[in-house]
């Protein structure tokens, strides 16, 4: 039980750095070459982690 939980802690603590990572490479893509390329990637991503998420879900349903 502990490790999972140590294990789920260090899962966010990663994911927000890599969240913020992504925010500032947005944000200097938006300072180099303005505010399209940077949205359409932002919307990519957005989109691919619905996707994901969606999957994860539909599987989880499919195994019980």
Known sequence: MI???LIALAAGVISFFVALAGAW???????KI?????????????????????LTDELAKRQK
């Open 34 to 54: 303005g505010w399209q390329i940077p949205l359409a990637a932002g919307v990519a991503v957005a989109v691919a982690l619905w996707v994901v998420d969606f």
């Open 25 to 31: 490479v947005l944000v200097s893509a938006y300072e």
């Open 3 to 5: 490790d999972r939980t």
